[in-house]
């Protein structure tokens, strides 16, 4: 039943009917707030679009309906998290929150490193 939320977001997106794209994309997840596909297309729209405070918005919204279900890609959405806050809203303080979070998930990853080496070369003003 997603999949009807997806088709009409889609639709919606092409049209440049940005309100109702979005809410067609919220609608699909919150029917299946683990679909990688939703969230990357609805990610990628709001960035073309230049809508960051939106994404974030949708990455905590996601995250909420998520809960336990996929640890995998609430630890992905917290590294996405912490890029937008930092490269896109200059918000290097919540940048480092989120890090936090991703951090603990996944201690050995690759990309949280890069990310803190990163943010390390922006100390805090």
């Known amino acids: ?20 794209a979005v809410e067609q994309f ?15 297309e609805l990610a ?37 998290l912490t890029v937008l806050y930092h490269q896109r809203l200059d918000d290097d303080d919540r940048a480092r929150k989120a890090l936090e979070v991703a951090r603990y998930m996944e201690p050995e990853d690759p990309p949280v490193q890069e990310l803190e080496m990163e943010l390390e070369l922006f100390p805090d003003e």
Request: charged letters at 30%; a negative charge; glycine letters at 2%.
């Open 26 to 40: 919220q609608g699909a997840l919150q029917l299946n707030p683990c679909m990688r596909v939703v969230i990357d």
């Open 1 to 20: 039943q997603y999949m009807i939320h997806l088709v009409a977001a889609r639709l919606y997106r092409d049209a440049a009917q940005n309100d109702q």
């Open 44 to 80: 990628d729209y709001l960035e073309l679009s230049g809508q960051a405070h939106r994404l974030e918005e949708e990455y905590r919204r996601v995250l909420l309906h998520l809960a336990d279900q996929d640890h995998e890609l609430a630890a992905d959405l917290w590294k996405r």
